[in-house]
Structure formats: C-alpha cells, structure tokens
C-alpha cells in the first residue's frame, strides 16, 4: 500500500490476536514496527508463555519481511512508562508516523457484582492506554511539523451493549468519541485518526467457542457472513487506513464485522406490519 515503506510505527499490545496479525501485516509493507507487549494482566486471559510465544513470532514474521522490529515493554494505561516507550522507540527505530492503538482487557461478571477496581483497570488500560499513546504521538507528530495517522482497534461493542462486559463496553464506545475528537482538532495539522471496529474475531483468546461446534454456531448465527472474521482481515483494513490510499479519510470507525452491526436478528419481519 501507498506511502507505508520505510515509516515507523507503534503497535500497542502486539504479541498475540489482532495485536499482532496488525503488526505483522505492516512489516510486511516496510513499515519499522515497535511491537508493544505488557505481562499477563489480571482479566488478560493470557499465560506468560503465550505472550513469550506470540512476541517471538510476531518478531520473526517482521525481521522476515525485510522491517525493522523492536520489543518494547510498557504499561500503556501507565504515563511515565508511555513517555518512555516513545523515547526508546524513537530512538532505535526514528520518529513515529504511525500508532495503532491495540491494547486491551476485559474482565466478565454481572454488572451489579462488578467490582469498582475491575471496572477502573478495564478504563485504564482500554481508553486511558489510548488516550497516552495518542496524544505522545500528536505531541511528537506536531514538534516535527509532519503528517501521521492513528488506528484506533475499538469494537462492534461501541455500538451494541456486552452485558456482563460493562467496563469493557463503556472504553469502546468512549474510544469512538476519542477516534472523532482526535481527528476534528488535528485534520488541519494532517494527522488523521480512525478506527476498526472487529466484529467476532478468531484469536488464541477465544478458542474455547471457536473449538466448540455448538458454541461457533451460536455465535456465527448472528453474523449475515456466516462465520468469524481474522485476524489478517483486521490488519488489512488497519494498514488501509494508515496507507496514503485512506488519505482523504479521519475521524470514521470501520467496522470489519462480517454485517454483525447489520443487526442480523432483524433480517426478517418482526414488526406488525
């Protein structure tokens, strides 16, 4: 894609799913990616070891395309550690033209036993996390006077309600007004800010339904495609939307869903008339 090759790029939260086919695909155009990674979190539904396995593959895969890589550590929903990503980054791989905004948790249980910390963490790390990351990378965008893009990776849940996943609902559709905020104040400095919106998703996170027949099925029967979406289908569209190609695009979340948004429960007649 146009106008990717040779820049340099942030993907927060790389190391494994949608993270990580992310930033495989844009080593793949050329881009130098800092693949951003934090330990197992509480509410993560991760191991050590997959996060080892997931950094170690998603830096082979890029080193193989012909793209710098780095690793870096950092809390994202932690400012100092933020600051001093972008340092390291900056340092090793040259300024940043790009930043995808991965990062995130989600943490179940009935809203009315949720407890206020989980709550808390699931803000911190979803919408605080992308709100740092944003505004290091307008501050380093603007000090050089250039354009960049932002991606920001929300979910069909912006729009329709998770029960039982309040904090995680509530950051994604806080993420679409940080998405549209970001782009309004920032188009005439020429950095554009959009975002993804994955619907279903296959990732090592969610095998447990993907595995399940029966589970798959309940979960395919409200997608009009008929089956989950991949990660290399997410990474396609975010690389588009950092690419010159989207140019004439900023402050638009698309959503890469399969029609899930479509509301395919109402594809028949369901009103009296």
């Not at 307008?138 to 912006?158: C, F, W």
């Not at 549209?180 to 969610?206: C, H, K, M, Q, S």
Request: charged content about 20%.
């Amino acid at each position: 894609m146009n106008g990717l090759a040779g820049k340099t790029a942030i993907v927060t939260g790389g190391s494994s799913g949608i993270g990580q086919a992310i930033a495989i695909r844009l080593g793949r155009e050329g881009v130098n990616v800092a693949v951003n990674y934090v330990g197992a979190v509480e509410g993560a539904e991760t191991t050590k070891d997959a996060i080892e396995a997931g950094v170690e593959r998603c830096m082979k895969e890029v080193h193989d395309a012909g793209a710098r890589a780095l690793l870096v550590e950092a809390d994202v929903s932690n400012e100092d550690e933020v600051e001093a990503m972008f340092k390291t980054v900056s340092a090793e791989l040259g300024p940043v033209d790009f930043l995808v905004n991965n990062a995130g948790i989600q943490i179940a249980q009935d809203s009315d036993a949720l407890d206020a910390a989980a709550f808390d963490k699931v803000l911190a790390v979803n919408l605080r996390g992308s709100f740092l990351c944003a505004r290091q990378t307008v501050r380093q965008l603007l000090a050089e006077d250039k354009p960049g893009a932002i991606v920001n990776v929300s979910s069909v849940h912006q729009l329709i309600p998770k029960p039982k996943f309040l904090g995680y609902s509530v950051s994604k559709g806080g993420m679409q007004n940080l998405t549209r905020t970001l782009a309004l104040e920032y188009a005439g400095r020429g950095i554009r800010v959009n975002a993804i919106g994955p619907g279903a998703t296959v990732t090592p996170i969610n095998r447990a339904w993907i595995d399940d027949p029966e589970k798959r099925a309940m979960v395919t029967a409200h997608i009009p495609l008929r089956r989950a979406g991949e990660g290399e289908e997410m990474a396609a569209t975010a690389a588009f939307l950092l690419s010159d190609e989207a140019g004439y695009i900023t402050g638009q979340t698309i959503f890469v869903d399969g029609g899930l948004t479509l509301f395919a429960d109402f594809r028949g007649t369901w009103s009296s008339e």
